[in-house]
């Protein structure tokens, strides 16, 4: 196959309602999606960085520089390229590993869809449907946080995930727990916290809680290490993350003991599958992340959600949990699941004109 093009097109879709995290409150998700076009068909890739390097380093801007300079340079002059052999090609670029996996997403999806196969069984899936749970950001008061945890179980949600930050973090918890009961519940720091705060992480302890999500900066792995010792609510990392190398690193020295797979974070989807089939070599526990990705890129979290190690429901909601209107045909929740597409490729594709009302700028970048 090979690559005639890539269209970038940043586009900007508003939220339902304001998501608050430890480092900052979005309105609007402005994201950067990928049209790949090759000889044989044409792919979809979405770039999960935001707007502002707050959650990582990298940032929308700086994503579609990267690509257009760089990376789509270095596929454009490959004679044939397939999805396999993207991130082989971008390896001597460092770091940008979202933008890497944008473009790898990309390739894969033209990839299939020519050859007329599903992303999921690409991946190794083995499930038709995956269990949904719900990111729920802090809020302005318990009796608010409350109303929205009851909103997302009534719809159907299996788990829930709490943000939490210093000032909003055993309260809220303890309130979920002594409303909902027994509910699958988890909390998430977004690195917080450091490791003079272990004592009072500790007091999460008796609400049984699946896990707790990056409370340390996530090159303090060291620190993890010790918190796990000093806590029995277990942890996962998510930021700290960015390869099956640092995957294998972390899980050796105790860090962990549950991982969180984003593929954006880690530089595509071969390598989260590589990332999961190492943690079910070690019977860690898997599941998948989410960036607030449009139809798009959650087509393409819940195929890999649905392979087997993903033992744990992922960040994976409907598309109305973000947004009214998706880009693509929404995924609705059935029972607590999202069905696995089964088109070929991602199995979606943006409508034209939904895509078309949120995008903000088009560019076309070719040899
Ligand atoms: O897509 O459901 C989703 C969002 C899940 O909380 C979520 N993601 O650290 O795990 C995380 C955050 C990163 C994005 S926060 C703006
Ligand atoms: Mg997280």
Redesign the pocket.
């Known amino acids: 196959m090979k690559i005639t093009g890539v269209e970038l097109r940043h586009i900007a879709m508003p939220l339902v309602a304001p998501?608050r995290?430890s480092?900052?409150t979005?309105t609007s998700r402005e994201a950067l999606l990928l049209r790949v076009v090759t000889d044989e068909s044409e792919g979809w890739g979405e770039c999960v960085a935001?707007a502002q390097p707050l959650?990582s380093s990298e940032y929308v801007d700086g994503a579609a520089d990267a690509l257009r300079r760089f990376l789509i340079p270095m596929i454009l002059n490959q004679p044939e390229v397939d999805g396999p052999g993207v991130a082989e090609a971008l390896a001597p670029v460092q770091g940008h590993r979202m933008a890497k996996a944008a473009l790898e997403m990309g390739v894969l999806d033209a990839e299939l869809r020519a050859a007329g196969r599903p992303f999921a069984r690409e991946l190794g899936a083995t499930r038709d449907r995956v269990p949904c749970g719900?990111?729920v950001?802090i809020m302005d008061s318990i009796p608010a946080l409350l109303d929205a945890v009851d909103d997302y179980l009534g719809q159907g949600y299996q788990r829930i995930?709490l943000?939490i930050e210093p000032g909003w973090d055993i309260m809220p918890v303890q309130a979920v727990r002594e409303r909902f009961g027994d509910v699958l519940l988890q909390v998430?720091a977004?690195t917080a916290y450091t490791l003079a705060d272990a004592r009072h992480l500790a007091k999460l302890d008796p609400f049984d809680l699946l896990l707790i999500?990056?409370p340390f900066d996530e090159l303090d792995i060291v620190g993890h290490a010790d918190l796990a010792r000093l806590i029995s609510t277990p942890v996962c990392l998510?930021?700290s993350i960015t390869s099956a190398q640092t995957a294998a690193a972390a899980l050796r020295l105790g860090a962990c003991s549950i991982i969180?797979i984003?593929p954006g974070r880690v530089g595509g989807y071969l390598e989260a599958r590589k990332i999961h089939d190492l943690c079910v070599a070690n019977g860690v526990p898997v599941w998948c992340?989410?960036?607030?990705?449009t139809g798009l890129g959650r087509a393409a979290n819940i195929a890999l959600a649905a392979l087997p190690g993903f033992v744990l429901p992922g960040?994976?909601?409907g598309s109305n949990?973000?947004y009214s209107t998706d880009i693509t045909a929404p995924f609705i929740l059935d029972d607590g699941y999202l069905r696995v597409p089964t088109g070929h490729g991602l199995g979606v594709e943006p409508i034209a004109d939904e895509l078309n009302a949120v995008t903000v700028a088009t560019e076309w970048v070719s040899a």
């Open positions: 998501f995290t480092f900052g979005a935001m959650y719900v990111s950001g995930k943000k998430d977004n999500e990056q998510d930021e969180n984003k992340g989410g960036m607030l990705e960040d994976i909601s949990r973000f």
